[in-house]
């Protein structure tokens, strides 16, 4: 890769850094409607903050069913042993 189009590159991802909480949000929302329309969680909250450059908070609020609950806790425990 030359320098010039690594240095467009960089600055194209400069100049949209700041609305980058936005977009992390809508792509989680997303994410996390589908999983609702599958009924994996029962509802969702999400809160996208920058905090600086390149940092941010991210809070992610799920409800759960008790059988959901119950699912996820198994599939994290399936893939953690394997």
């Known amino acids: 890769m030359s320098a010039s189009v ?10 949209f850094e700041p609305i980058s909480p936005r977009f992390i949000s809508f792509l989680l929302r997303r994410r996390l409607g589908e ?6 969680v029962a509802g969702s909250k999400i809160k996208t903050r920058r905090i600086g450059k390149f940092h941010y908070r991210i809070e992610v609020d799920l409800d ?3 059988q959901q609950a119950n699912r996820m806790l ?6 953690v042993l394997g």
């Open 6 to 15: 690594s240095y467009l590159l960089a600055r194209f991802a400069l100049f």
């Open 35 to 40: 999983w609702e329309k599958e009924g994996l």
């Open 64 to 66: 759960l069913t008790q």
């Open 74 to 79: 198994a599939a994290t425990l399936a893939r």
